[in-house]
């Protein structure tokens, strides 16, 4: 789990570099990663998904009013079929974010075989 810099406290540079610090841990592991949580923008997981990330969430909107800022990220992990990512309405008012999930499933046992990283 996640939660880069807010955007009042970092610029988008600022959240690429931490999205990289986690990049980086992730090599170190040979199987599936799953990464997920508050990016405070898309910047963090456009820099993940150029590293080989699937972007599990990347057609989620409005998860914190009108912003875009939480995600789910996977490597080694494909999409469980279509609509497998999405926003919850947050029931309890836990948060000022709505939940965002995502089903998957190991790549070759997703629909079609699908083959992203």
Request: glycine share 14%; proline share 7%; charged share 20%.
């Given at each position: 789990?996640?939660?880069?810099?807010?955007?009042?406290?970092?610029?988008?540079?600022?959240?690429?570099?931490?999205?990289r610090a986690v990049i980086a841990d992730a090599q170190g592991w040979v199987g599936p990663v799953v990464v997920a949580g508050d990016f405070n923008g898309r910047s963090g997981?456009?820099?993940?998904?150029?590293?080989?990330?699937?972007?599990?969430?990347?057609?989620?909107?409005?998860?914190?009013?009108?912003?875009?800022?939480?995600?789910?990220?996977?490597?080694?992990?494909?999409?469980?079929?279509?609509?497998?990512?999405?926003?919850?309405?947050?029931?309890?008012?836990?948060?000022?974010?709505?939940?965002?999930?995502?089903?998957?499933?190991?790549?070759?046992?997703?629909?079609?075989?699908?083959?992203?990283?």
């Amino acid at each position: 789990g996640v939660h880069l810099q807010s955007p009042p406290g970092a610029s988008n540079g600022v959240r690429r570099d931490q999205a990289r610090a986690v990049i980086a841990d992730a090599q170190g592991w040979v199987g599936p990663v799953v990464v997920a949580g508050d990016f405070n923008g898309r910047s963090g997981p456009r820099e993940m998904a150029g590293a080989g990330f699937f972007w599990a969430s990347e057609a989620v909107k409005n998860t914190a009013g009108h912003f875009d800022f939480d995600h789910v990220l996977a490597r080694g992990l494909c999409p469980a079929g279509s609509g497998a990512a999405g926003v919850a309405k947050d029931e309890t008012d836990a948060s000022d974010h709505k939940p965002v999930w995502a089903v998957l499933a190991p790549c070759a046992a997703a629909p079609g075989g699908i083959s992203r990283r």
